[in-house]
């Protein structure tokens, strides 16, 4: 038995978020065809597909369970059933026992999103079940139109600032961040460009966003920074500015933070490509952390639909930094040794 099969049998509706690398809804039909091994995990994260199960009975308004489950996967990133079996056999044992609880610290491979996760998943979450906005939407919305003093940030509500990102097709929300991003201060300058990455802004806002980082790293930013607008244009709809953006974080000093170099692969990763993968791994094989730590990006992004390709024509082009070399040099010998 599935998940979606246990689902049904209840009568519920399930909707399906992929929690990975961004948060974004996934497609009910696809996630039975993941189920059934019939497909690989489109978007994999550390080797585990990361979801987010929202369930709800039509008839029982009000009343709904959410699951976070940290599901691995094999070498084709196909699901590892097993492991998919456990959840299921517990929540029918619970439903079974009577138990309507949903203590998700209990479920097998659960896991708990941090508080910026949380905030735009039940963002996202409460469009769903047709649910109102939080307190926080109103007063978020009045700050960001400079009503309160952009000063006045600490009042603001992470709920809030998840409600106009999440949101930002409605409300004439994208201009108004549009309009905020010059303006707002650094703490809520991150989390809003933190945000961001779940959604795909438009050409204004993309150029809001290119526009603060020019000014920003004009100052003296740090790698928290960097990272934070890596993710921002992520999915801009712009591919030019998006490219644009990770060539101006690359070219910069903090740019060997693995932070900064994290953000770039793990949300930026199908803009590289050609001369923009060589110079994302060139910065790469000289991180601040070292081998390991070139090893470890490599072999998330090895795992991405069509990097490995990407990744064995950059290997093999022969145009590589002397620290290139020796950082693929040193991985090869890694993996042969693996191997042996």
Not at 188 to 212: H, Y
Not at 222 to 250: G, K, M, P, T, Y
Not at 298 to 322: C, E, I, K, Y
Request: charged content about 20%; some cysteine.
């Amino acid at each position: 038995m599935t998940i979606t099969d246990l689902v049904r049998q209840r009568g519920a509706n399930l909707r399906i978020f992929d929690m990975g690398r961004r948060i974004q809804p996934l497609d009910t039909a696809l996630f039975e065809e993941i189920e059934q091994q019939c497909r690989s995990y489109p978007v994999p994260y550390l080797k585990h597909a990361w979801l987010a199960l929202l369930s709800w009975h039509p008839e029982q308004p009000g009343q709904h369970a959410i699951w976070f489950l940290k599901l691995p996967l094999d070498e084709q990133n196909l699901l590892d059933a097993p492991a998919r079996d456990g959840f299921v056999r517990y929540i029918a044992q619970r439903q079974a026992s009577g138990d309507s609880t949903t203590d998700k610290g209990e479920a097998p491979f659960s896991f708990k999103p941090d508080g910026h996760r949380m905030a735009y998943f039940h963002a996202l979450a409460a469009r769903e079940l047709g649910a109102p906005v939080s307190r926080f939407y109103g007063t978020t919305r009045g700050y960001l139109s400079g009503d309160i003093g952009w000063e006045n940030w600490q009042q603001l509500g992470l709920q809030g600032l998840a409600e106009v990102v999440a949101g930002y097709q409605q409300d004439n929300n994208q201009a108004l961040l549009t309009r905020a991003l010059p303006y707002l201060p650094r703490v809520p300058l991150n989390v809003v460009l933190g945000f961001m990455e779940n959604i795909s802004p438009g050409q204004a806002l993309t150029s809001a966003v290119n526009d603060r980082l020019a000014s920003v790293i004009a100052g003296e930013p740090d790698a928290n920074d960097l990272a934070a607008f890596a993710r921002a244009l992520s999915h801009s709809e712009n591919i030019e500015q998006r490219r644009l953006l990770v060539q101006a974080l690359l070219a910069h000093p903090k740019s060997r933070s693995v932070e900064v170099l994290a953000a770039v692969s793990s949300r930026c990763w199908a803009d590289l490509e050609g001369e923009l993968l060589l110079a994302f791994l060139s910065t790469l094989a000289v991180n601040e952390q070292g081998q390991n730590a070139f090893a470890a990006l490599v072999a998330d992004m090895m795992t991405l639909p069509g990097m490995r390709q990407r990744m064995l024509a950059a290997f093999s082009s022969g145009q590589h930094s002397p620290q290139l070399d020796q950082a693929i040099t040193r991985l090869l010998g890694m993996v042969r040794g693996q191997t042996q």
